[in-house]
């Protein structure tokens, strides 16, 4: 068995772990607009979940460049409020701060 290694650059926040079916059922019937996934990443002893609005992998050896005025006001606040209303879905109310991150995941 071999191992994979990815790294993925998104906005959003982590959640509690939860299982794939879950959040399919949680997140289908979104409004359309901004769309809302999921990410899980970690090795096989940390499974972390994700709630993204934008996620795009990251090769070893490549970069991204995020800077304030690539994405405006209104949009960055419309992304917040679907990753809140994600969330309320899943019955997550607290902690719900996104941000961009970046999460290395092993598989």
Same mark, same amino acid.
């Given at each position: 068995? *071999?191992?994979?290694? @990815?790294?993925? &650059?998104?906005?959003?926040?982590?959640?509690? +772990?939860?299982? @794939? =079916?879950?959040? =399919?059922?949680?997140?289908?019937?979104?409004?359309?607009? #901004?769309?809302?996934?999921?990410?899980? +990443? *970690?090795?096989?002893? !940390?499974?972390? $979940?994700?709630? #993204?609005?934008?996620?795009?992998?990251?090769?070893?050896?490549?970069? !991204?460049?995020?800077?304030?005025? @690539?994405? $405006?006001?209104? =949009?960055?606040?419309?992304?917040?409020?679907?990753?809140?209303?994600? +969330?309320?879905?899943?019955?997550?109310?607290? *902690?719900? =701060?996104?941000?961009? &991150?970046?999460?290395?995941?092993? @598989?």
């Amino acid at each position: 068995m *071999g191992m994979y290694h @990815s790294t993925y &650059f998104a906005y959003g926040f982590q959640i509690p +772990a939860t299982d @794939s =079916e879950a959040l =399919e059922e949680a997140l289908k019937g979104q409004p359309d607009g #901004t769309h809302v996934g999921y990410l899980h +990443a *970690g090795d096989y002893d !940390r499974d972390m $979940t994700f709630l #993204t609005t934008k996620c795009v992998e990251v090769n070893l050896g490549d970069h !991204r460049k995020v800077k304030p005025e @690539s994405f $405006t006001a209104p =949009e960055i606040e419309a992304w917040n409020t679907a990753l809140r209303e994600a +969330a309320a879905r899943l019955g997550v109310h607290e *902690g719900i =701060e996104p941000g961009w &991150f970046v999460v290395p995941d092993l @598989s």
